[in-house]
């Protein structure tokens, strides 16, 4: 079984930054891929940003390209997503997952995909 626990949501005005955690349990979590996922009001769960077990290869929604960075630290069991330049139409709930598996590419991108889910993390984007 594999917890998963979000932290670093908040409020910002729009152009500011935050950095978002996901701590994970489990012994195994440097093979998991781990995903960000976003869902706002009203609207479907999107995918934000993935990546890879080694931390090598990165995946992002073309909304997020040069704005949000992800990365991990397998020693600490923790994938991060930096976001820069947020944007009120960032505004959303935002998921942590992980996969046991090794998704292809088109595959990463797909919620369905992933084994364990975090509870989420409030992000408002707001002047």
């Known amino acids: 079984q594999v917890q998963l626990v979000e932290s670093g949501g908040g409020l910002v005005q729009p152009g500011g930054s935050l950095r978002l955690s996901c701590a994970a349990s489990?012994?195994?979590?440097?093979?998991?891929?781990m995903g960000w996922f976003r869902q706002a009001p009203g609207k479907e769960r999107e995918f934000v940003a993935a990546?890879?077990?080694?931390?090598?290869?990165?995946y992002y929604i073309d909304s997020v390209k040069g704005r949000f960075t992800i990365s991990r630290d397998n020693a600490k069991n923790t994938v991060y997503l930096q976001m820069n330049g947020l944007k009120p139409e960032d505004t959303a709930v935002y998921l942590c997952?992980?996969?046991?598996?090794?998704?292809?590419?088109?595959?990463?991108?797909?919620?369905?995909?992933?084994?364990?889910w975090g509870q989420g993390t409030q992000v408002t984007v707001s002047s």
């Open positions: 990546i890879r077990w080694s931390g090598i290869s990165t």
């Open positions: 489990g012994r195994t979590f440097s093979t998991y891929a």
């Open positions: 997952a992980a996969s046991v598996h090794s998704l292809p590419a088109k595959f990463i991108v797909e919620g369905a995909q992933y084994d364990y």
